[in-house]
């Protein structure tokens, strides 16, 4: 008897482009079982600061290869999910989402003779806008809707954050404008670490290191980096997120480029300014809760180049999710 390891090399996998400005508009998709319902899909958005081009949608590889080969003992340590059917089966499917980047001085482009759609000159909202429309084209072409679980790293974080935030006006009962932009249906769970939350903070905690990629992604104006900031954002992301269940903040002590403050304060606003409680501590029925887990391991590469403790994340948010239906 041999036994097929399972690793995302053997799922089929598809890349798909969800626009045409930009060669980045594109998403990679690693099937599971996409046509089964009451599972979930796990959607990553990658980091590298809005402008790293050689972190791409590729780099969730070894966290799928992480997912698929713990997803048996992600079974059986908790028994209740062996009565619920396995979190083994809870997974529906992988996707990636690569967007358009800005500018990185280390890899500089010509604008006058690099084509259009291979030129990285994004700046916000174009990256957020991107990670939306790549979600729409999923929900569309999978049809899972909310049933997804948002893992963001770094930057990725904040932009998982800034969809909430920028989600569709219809969902706070506020009457929906003529939108030209669509609105994907919000992820039933957001795992988001080593992540940027307060660009104005972080970079004056290092220095003033990060102002470059700040600027590249959101100008020069400090005013803006605050209006486009997770931690700074003036609604309320419960209730822009009526369906959501669970945030898990990770933040590791490795990490050597996003400090431990970025991780907290992030939480505190979550828990004081939009009500979200710590998970586990609360009453139960309908609330929205919280984890910060600082026992994550690697350094801020490392991280998605290992795979493992982001594995571990996703798990705990299926499971939690399974835990609440
Ligand atoms: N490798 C990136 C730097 C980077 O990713 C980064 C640096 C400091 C703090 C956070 C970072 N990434 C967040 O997405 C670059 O070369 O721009």
Redesign the pocket.
Known sequence: MHKTQRMAASLRYVLHNYGSQSLLQRLGVWEVDPAREGKYWVVYI???????P??THESFVPSIDWILRTSLAATDDVGDNNIRGGTSNAIAGFASIDYRLSP?P?FPQDPATTPKDQYRGAQHPDHINDVRSALVFLQRTYGFGGNYVLVG??????LAFQLLATSSPSSTGVAAEATLTEHPALPSAIVSF?G?YDFMA?DAR?GG??AT?FRGAFGDDPGSWDAAAPVKYTGNYAQKWPDGKFILLGWSADDT??DEPEADNMARRLRDVDGFVNEGQGEGVGEKTLLLLKDVRGN??EIWRSGEHIARMVWIALRTLRAEL
């Open positions: 990658h980091g590298g600061a809005w402008r790293d050689r972190v990185h280390d790293h770094s930057a990725g974080g904040a080593e940027l972080v290092y290191a990060y990629f480029l996003v801020h590469d």
